[in-house]
Structure formats: structure tokens, C-alpha cells
């Protein structure tokens, strides 16, 4: 059932004009309607699992600081926040959720992209492992997710 308004003027039911009012579909029993209504099953799994792999981000972020990476400390933090964003919104069933998601799946593939385009020799090996088993999945639900909750 699409979630249509009707517009109805008081001037057909009193015979004088008067403001518009917006009238909302009577919702029935049982029936999911908006951006909870995709979620159902997924209610509190998918945004537990977001915020966790952004906290997972944590010890990631603090290896990389040690070493005076801080370009990707930045990255990395942006990855974080857009995770656990994108999960508390999805859990409270806001529209924004879309927002966060498409933001996090462009940041997962701008870090895959440089992690394998600027890697040489191991380091390569393991930008291609990161970015095939963890950051493109990733990012691809997301890039679902943003597509769906919109």
C-alpha cells in the first residue's frame, strides 16, 4: 500500500472556503508501511552489526596512529562514524539512514581503492584481501541499503 496523502478542502463540506488539511491513509493492524516495513527480520541485527564493525574500526585506527599514518586514521574515522551513523538511524527507522549509507559505501570504496592502488609487494596482497572479503561486501550493502531506505 503506497503511503499517498489526500488534499481536501472544508469548503465541499461546509459551503465556505477555508484552509486545506492534509489527510493521512488510516494505517490497518498488521501492516508495515515506510522504512521499517523493508526491515523487518534485519530490525535489530543489520544496525548492531553496523555500529559493531565501526567500533571494530577502533584498534585498526589506534595500529595505524602508531605508525604516523594519519591520512588513513582520517579516512578510517570517516568510515567509523558513517558505521555506527548509519546503524543507530537504521535502528530508528529514519529516512536518513539512506544518507548515511550511500556516504559509507563511497568512503569503503574510496579506502579500497587507494589501499590496492597504492600497496607494492605484501601490502598488496593484503589490500586486495581487505577490499575483496571485507570493504566491497561492505560497501555493497550499504550501496543496498541507501537504495532501499530511500
Known amino acids: 500500500m503506497a503511503s499517498t496523502f489526500a488534499l481536501h478542502s472544508g469548503s465541499a463540506f461546509q459551503g465556505r472556503p477555508s484552509r486545506a488539511t492534509v489527510v493521512r491513509p488510516a494505517a490497518r493492524p498488521g501492516v508495515r508501511t515506510g522504512l521499517?516495513?523493508?526491515l523487518r527480520g534485519r530490525r535489530l541485527t543489520l544496525p548492531i552489526a553496523l555500529v559493531g564493525m565501526g567500533l571494530a574500526l577502533l584498534p585498526w585506527m589506534c595500529l595505524l596512529?602508531?605508525?604516523?599514518?594519519?591520512?588513513w586514521v582520517g579516512l578510517d574515522v570517516l568510515e567509523a562514524t558513517s558505521l555506527v551513523a548509519t546503524g543507530l538511524l537504521l535502528r530508528r527507522g529514519d529516512a536518513r539512514a539512506a544518507l548515511t549509507a550511500a556516504t559509507t559505501a563511497a568512503l569503503l570504496l574510496t579506502d579500497a581503492w587507494f589501499d590496492v592502488t597504492t600497496s607494492h609487494g605484501a601490502e598488496l596482497v593484503q589490500a586486495w584481501?581487505?577490499?575483496?572479503?571485507?570493504?566491497l561486501p561492505i560497501a555493497a550493502l550499504c550501496g543496498r541499503l541507501a537504495l532501499r531506505t530511500r
Not at 596512529?65 to 591520512?71: D, L
Not at 584481501?129 to 570493504?135: Q, S
Request: proline share 0%; charged share 20%; hydrophobic share 55%.
Open 36 to 38: 521499517r516495513a523493508g
Open 65 to 71: 596512529a602508531s605508525q604516523g599514518e594519519w591520512s
Open 129 to 135: 584481501v581487505l577490499a575483496l572479503l571485507l570493504e
